[in-house]
Structure formats: structure tokens, C-alpha cells
């Protein structure tokens, strides 16, 4: 089992930064991909960033590509997620995820994750 716990939401406005992180525990051990969903009242889940085990390989959601970057650090088990320029359409309650492999088709089903953490961006 691996747990996640999410840390760095809150209350921004439109234009700015916030940086959120996610702890890793248990089974960290393995190399598992890591990553972060979003999802809206009312809308389906969306995928925001991934990053692979080694870090060689990243892959971004089309809505956040050029404003957001996500990194990792093995040796603390954590993944970070910097948002820059947030928009009103940022407004989510953000969710980290560990697995084998991660993807925009990912599902709740597949890997672990975390309980969220909610962005708010005002306009």
C-alpha cells in the first residue's frame, strides 16, 4: 500500500502562483509513476501533469501545458506541482496519484491516491 497526502491548496487570484505537493508513504520503495487529476463540481476528472519513476519523462494536459510544472524527489517521496498564471478555470479539488504507469485515461480504479486538496481561483 502506498498513502499520499496533498498539501498547498488554496484561495489565489487569477494570474497567480500556488505550488502544491504530495507526500508518499508505505511501499515507496517501488518505482511508481506519479501525477496529479483535477476535478470540478459538476465535471469529469481531467488530467493535469505525470512524471515517470526517473524523471525523464513528463506529459501535461492540454489546459495546463506552459503554466504548470511538475517535479519529483525519490529521495523524499514527494511530487511537486507548481502552477503559475492560475485562471478562474483552475478552480478544482487536486488529486495525486502513484502507479505503474499513469495517463490521461487513468482511472480512480488504478494505483493510489490521495484525498485532494482544493484550488480556488478568483477572478
Known amino acids: 500500500q502506498v498513502q499520499l497526502v496533498e498539501s498547498g491548496g488554496g484561495l489565489v487570484q487569477a494570474g497567480g502562483s500556488l505550488r502544491l505537493s504530495c507526500a508518499a508513504s508505505?511501499?515507496?520503495?517501488?518505482?511508481?509513476?506519479m501525477g496529479w487529476f483535477r476535478q470540478a463540481p459538476g465535471k469529469e476528472r481531467d488530467f493535469v501533469a505525470a512524471?515517470?519513476?526517473?524523471?525523464?519523462?513528463?506529459v501535461y494536459g492540454d489546459s495546463v501545458k506552459g503554466r504548470f510544472t511538475i517535479s519529483r524527489d525519490n529521495a523524499k517521496n514527494t511530487v511537486n506541482l507548481q502552477m503559475n498564471n492560475l485562471k478562474p478555470e483552475d478552480t478544482a479539488v487536486y488529486y495525486c496519484t502513484a502507479g505503474s504507469t499513469i495517463a490521461p485515461t487513468t482511472s480512480r480504479a488504478e494505483g493510489y491516491w490521495g484525498q485532494g486538496t482544493q484550488v480556488t481561483v478568483s477572478s
Open positions: 512524471m515517470s519513476w526517473s524523471g525523464s519523462s513528463t
Open positions: 508505505g511501499r515507496t520503495y517501488r518505482r511508481y509513476a
